[in-house]
């Protein structure tokens, strides 16, 4: 598109040798593991702050899904932090800031982080992978997905994880018209004994033309074909998409999962407290994104 500044990063010969060296090779794809990928974009999030060439800061204008939150540009709610294990790790944490109004005057108890690449990223079919540990509390909501330009949901949108609160599964789904909101084109995964979201898991999604693939570390999750979509509405899934982190909570989803109603829709007494004593957050140790 005029005027869209796109990210695209090559893989030489030399920066596959260096990748071969860090260990951050392209992946073998589940459906064709001896093509080479091309890495299109990546975030190490190895930096002292969050590299705005790459991502926006969403701001308190926006709100859907009755949360409960409001998303702000501070080093409060988006950061980025060394952790063992990691080069350094991106930080969305939700704070409680009780009264706290917004430019449209919403008054909400907590403010959050959500960043994406609109206009600065966007692909068409590929592999999009993240690494990711979230917090074991009742009624938050972290998600990394994708979604296309235009009116929601013709523009399509691929929900690569979302996670509501009950630390044995996240959730993916597909969204377009005739298949939006309480979309039949959804599925739970529940994680092997002995781990779940609060270890460090790589969710992922290969998308095609003809199908969605779904991965938790790998392993296929859950698969939609063409067919499968077009039996609810028109496939909304050959225009470009950008990328989302963010960090919500209570609403819609929790809610729907919980049935908490008080203090707050979808957010219980003892989440509050542990937000209030800087315990929940949601990590990213890194983005990458691979072509076709």
Same mark, same amino acid.
């Given at each position: 598109?005029?005027?869209?500044? /796109?990210?695209?990063?090559?893989?030489? $010969?030399?920066?596959?040798?260096? +990748?071969?060296?860090?260990?951050?090779?392209?992946?073998?794809?589940?459906?064709?593991?001896?093509?080479?990928?091309?890495?299109?974009?990546?975030?190490?999030?190895?930096?002292?702050?969050? *590299?705005?060439?790459?991502?926006?800061? #969403?701001?308190?204008?926006?709100?859907?899904?009755? @949360?409960?939150?409001?998303?702000?540009?501070?080093?409060?709610?988006?950061?980025?932090?060394?952790?063992?294990?990691?080069?350094?790790?991106?930080?969305?944490?939700?704070?409680?800031?009780?009264?706290?109004?917004?430019?449209?005057?919403?008054? +909400?108890?907590?403010?959050?982080?959500?960043?994406?690449?609109?206009? /600065?990223?966007?692909?068409?079919?590929?592999?999009?992978?993240?690494?990711?540990?979230?917090? *074991?509390? #009742?009624?938050?909501?972290?998600?990394?997905?994708?979604?296309?330009?235009?009116?929601?949901?013709?523009?399509?949108?691929?929900?690569?994880?979302?996670?509501?609160?009950?630390?044995?599964?996240?959730?993916? $789904?597909?969204?377009?018209?005739?298949?939006?909101? @309480?979309?039949?084109?959804?599925?739970? %995964?529940?994680?092997?004994?002995?781990?779940? #979201?609060?270890?460090?898991?790589?969710? $992922?999604? @290969?998308?095609?033309?003809?199908?969605?693939?779904? @991965?938790?570390?790998?392993?296929?999750? %859950?698969?939609?074909?063409?067919?499968?979509?077009?039996? %609810?509405?028109?496939? $909304?899934?050959?225009?470009?998409? %950008?990328?989302?982190?963010?960090?919500?909570?209570?609403?819609?989803?929790?809610?729907?999962?919980?049935?908490?109603?008080?203090?707050?829709?979808?957010?219980?007494?003892?989440?509050?407290?542990?937000?209030? +004593?800087?315990?929940?957050?949601?990590? #990213? *140790?890194?983005?990458?994104?691979?072509?076709?």
């Amino acid at each position: 598109m005029m005027g869209r500044r /796109k990210i695209s990063i090559l893989v030489s $010969a030399a920066l596959g040798v260096a +990748a071969c060296q860090t260990g951050r090779e392209a992946p073998p794809s589940i459906r064709n593991s001896a093509t080479p990928r091309s890495l299109i974009f990546s975030d190490e999030f190895s930096g002292d702050a969050l *590299d705005r060439t790459k991502w926006n800061v #969403v701001g308190p204008e926006f709100w859907v899904n009755n @949360e409960q939150q409001a998303y702000i540009d501070s080093n409060e709610t988006i950061h980025l932090k060394q952790v063992v294990g990691t080069d350094g790790v991106l930080i969305l944490q939700p704070r409680f800031r009780r009264g706290f109004v917004t430019p449209t005057d919403r008054s +909400a108890d907590f403010v959050s982080g959500r960043i994406d690449t609109r206009e /600065k990223f966007d692909f068409t079919y590929g592999r999009a992978v993240a690494r990711i540990r979230m917090p *074991d509390a #009742v009624g938050v909501w972290p998600a990394f997905w994708l979604l296309g330009h235009g009116d929601w949901p013709h523009s399509g949108e691929i929900d690569i994880m979302e996670y509501v609160g009950e630390p044995d599964w996240i959730g993916v $789904a597909l969204h377009g018209p005739g298949y939006s909101g @309480e979309t039949p084109l959804v599925n739970k %995964y529940f994680f092997e004994p002995g781990t779940d #979201v609060t270890d460090w898991h790589e969710y $992922a999604v @290969e998308w095609t033309e003809h199908d969605i693939h779904f @991965e938790v570390d790998g392993r296929l999750i %859950y698969r939609v074909t063409r067919p499968m979509v077009e039996h %609810y509405g028109k496939w $909304a899934f050959d225009t470009p998409k %950008y990328l989302i982190l963010n960090f919500a909570l209570g609403g819609a989803y929790p809610f729907k999962t919980n049935g908490i109603k008080t203090p707050h829709n979808g957010l219980p007494d003892p989440t509050v407290n542990r937000i209030k +004593a800087g315990q929940i957050a949601m990590e #990213v *140790d890194w983005v990458r994104i691979y072509a076709p």
